[in-house]
């Protein structure tokens, strides 16, 4: 089949997301000559208040919404039989534009980990320092002052952080620290810093700090509305990329395909579901199934798709007392004060880890796991905990009625390192069309399933505590057997810090374990599925992105994270486009700055 050819660019990006701004925004900056060209499936996001303005932020995952993909994986017993629905962002900007603009980084340790060549800590923080404007404090030696990405408090803070902060550091006994994202710190309660520019109160994505800035920049291109296809080869060179226009941003577009030639360089930059499907459709990945889909193999790399990674997130909601400041108001739309526009209600946390007593307390299903990853690492927190003032009902149970106006809170808890994977193919129906075969791993493996329990009786042990704990909201917590002490209910008040902890039997906790297979959920921190790793060990990249068997074409984005990171995801793709435009940039023999 021919296709017309639209043009020649130096460069052409497939999936122009989080860390695909950073690249070609950095890109762009070293040299001006360069031609670049990014093809993204979703619209521009420029200025538009969906994507700037923080408050806005849930809307974006609204179910009619086209700013992001929503991902559904097949239906699995140990989530009881459910099809799991993991939301990746569609936008100029990814994920960056309708994120949660929670900070975390994960700690030194994860990198050095990956045991890749020139990804090693020491030569990624001075990265972290360069992409980031600390603006919460200053003089801190593993914050940057001076990059793109700002990070402040969000102004006005909700009402419950310091009470979960005061019964964390009495009833929880743990210590406080201003700042735990330096790299290191974990068990100890902190603030919660968020991705906004606290002198303008807007989000800060990759699109318009690495690429809108570059508007003047002729040679740099856009194409939004663009569904890439496939890679064309010379010879297993890249060449070109053939796309369509994208049927969900552009429902009336016409969809026939078009041809674009790169003359340097195409870098597949489409996420954890995006770059291992464009991959296969390209001839590259495991033989039996490019043969299912009737493509042709150009190159065996069985690791593409495989290894799909995520964190598991639970959301467990509670009345809270009339008097605190939440933004409820936010999500039942109704007028706010000017201050909570630029909140994402998320003010506090502690990165767990259990302590002796606390697991002993624990299924022994965990036991191995500790014992062989979490021991002697004091760096690795075992699970996020972080209380969000507003009702959030979990992805899985989408409620027929807005929850009666009054105040609420809910504890969001998610763990870190799971052992399950999954995988991202591609895969072709009865009728002739692609859909997407994803299998999200969640809680596969045993051992997932303890982290998950343990989370839901210590939050719930903290939330009682909290002076603004008005009881539980039932109907989305355990139905827990008549007579049993851990019975849900309304409250008049918090628990006294020194009230003995529920005791739950060996039935309340099956309940448990059911109740959380129904709720678990992604907080959309989807990776690893064209790996960094040696080939022979299934893997898809080396450490220069390259992929494996052919020329010209790398991957660059939080699909080559070889491991999961202890940390929501948004700070190692923008890191990761940080050292892929340096790898670029060498590689063309450009200075980077
Ligand atoms: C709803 C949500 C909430 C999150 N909250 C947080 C948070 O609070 N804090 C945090 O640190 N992290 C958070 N994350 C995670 C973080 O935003 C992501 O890890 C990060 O943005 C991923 O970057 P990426 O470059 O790998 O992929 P993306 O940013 O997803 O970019 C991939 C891009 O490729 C495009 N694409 C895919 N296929 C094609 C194709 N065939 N052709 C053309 N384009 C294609 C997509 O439209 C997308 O724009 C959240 C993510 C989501 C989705």
């Known amino acids: 089949m021919s296709h017309p050819i639209l043009s020649e660019f130096d460069i ?54 086209t700013t992001v993909t929503f991902n559904i994986g097949n ?103 201003d700042d735990t994202e330096d790299l290191e710190t974990c068990n100890t309660y902190s603030p919660s810093q968020k991705y906004i520019d606290g002198i303008t109160g807007r989000r800060s994505d990759a699109a318009h700090h690495y690429v809108y800035t570059q508007a003047h920049n002729l040679n740099l291109h856009v194409w939004d509305g663009k569904r890439v296809k496939r890679i064309i080869f010379e010879d297993k060179r890249a060449v070109g990329v053939e796309f369509t226009s994208d049927p969900a941003s552009c429902p009336d577009a016409n969809q026939s395909s078009s041809i674009v030639r790169a003359s340097k360089l195409v870098v597949v930059s489409a996420g954890a579901f995006g770059s291992p499907t464009i991959l296969e459709r390209s001839g590259i990945g495991a033989e039996a199934i490019l043969k299912r889909c009737g493509i042709d193999q150009l190159v065996n790399l069985p690791g593409v798709g495989e290894k799909y990674r995520d964190h598991y997130l639970a959301l467990v909601p509670y009345l809270a007392a009339d008097e605190i400041i939440t933004t409820e108001a936010l999500s039942r739309g109704d007028s706010i004060l000017q201050e909570s526009l630029t909140q994402n209600g998320i003010d506090s946390k502690i990165k767990w880890r259990p302590d002796d007593e606390e697991l002993k307390a624990m299924s022994p299903a965990f036991q191995p796991r500790w014992k062989e990853f979490f021991q002697d690492r004091p760096d690795k927190a075992v699970a996020v905990f972080t209380p969000f003032a507003q009702y959030f009902s979990p992805l899985s149970r ?171 995801t948004y700070s190692t793709a923008l890191l990761i486009g940080e050292r892929a435009a340096i790898i670029i940039a060498e590689d063309f023999g450009i200075g980077c700055i």
């Not at 534009?97 to 994860?110: E, G, Q, W």
């Not at 997932?448 to 903290?462: A, S």
Request: proline share 7%; aromatic share 8%.
């Open 12 to 65: 052409v990006f497939a999936g122009g997301g989080t860390t695909a701004c950073v690249v070609a925004g950095r890109l762009a900056a070293y040299d001006p000559s360069l031609r670049i060209l990014i093809l993204e499936a979703g619209q521009h996001t420029l200025n538009k208040p969906i994507h700037v303005q923080p408050s806005q932020a849930l809307l974006n995952q609204a179910p009619t919404s």
């Open 75 to 177: 239906s699995s017993p140990h989530i009881n039989g459910r099809a799991p629905i993991v939301p990746s962002g569609r936008c100029v900007g990814g994920g960056s534009c309708v994120n949660f603009m929670v900070y975390t980084r994960a700690p030194a340790s994860d990198y050095d980990d990956w045991g890749v060549d020139g990804w090693e800590s020491e030569n990624l923080i001075p990265l972290m320092k360069k992409l980031e404007k600390y603006e919460v404090q200053p003089d801190c030696p593993t914050h940057g002052y001076d990059g793109p990405i700002k990070v402040s408090s969000g102004g006005r803070r909700t009402g419950i952080s310091n009470e979960f902060i005061q019964v964390g550091t009495t009833y929880h006994k743990r210590h406080y620290a």
């Open 398 to 568: 989408p409620r027929s009625s807005i929850p009666p106006t009054r105040n609420y809170m809910t504890a969001c808890y998610y763990t870190l390192y799971p052992v399950s994977a999954g995988s991202v193919h591609i895969n072709v129906t009865e009728d002739g069309k692609e859909r997407m075969d994803f299998n999200t791993g969640f809680l596969d493996d045993p051992s997932d399933i303890v982290l998950l329990n343990f989370g839901y009786k210590k939050t719930r042990e903290i939330f009682r505590r909290m002076a603004s704990y008005r009881g539980e909201v039932a109907a989305d917590h355990p139905d827990f057997p008549e007579g049993s002490a851990a019975a849900c209910r309304e409250a008049s008040g918090p628990v006294e810090l020194d009230a003995p902890d529920i005791i739950y039997t060996a039935e309340d906790d099956e309940v448990i374990d059911r109740f959380l297979r129904d709720i678990v959920q992604t907080p959309s921190h989807s990776l690893g599925t064209c790996a960094m790793k040696p080939e022979a060990d299934h893997g898809v990249v080396d450490a220069r992105l390259n992929v494996y068997g052919v020329s010209n074409l790398k991957v660059a984005d939080m699909s080559i994270s070889p491991l999961n990171v202890g940390a929501n």
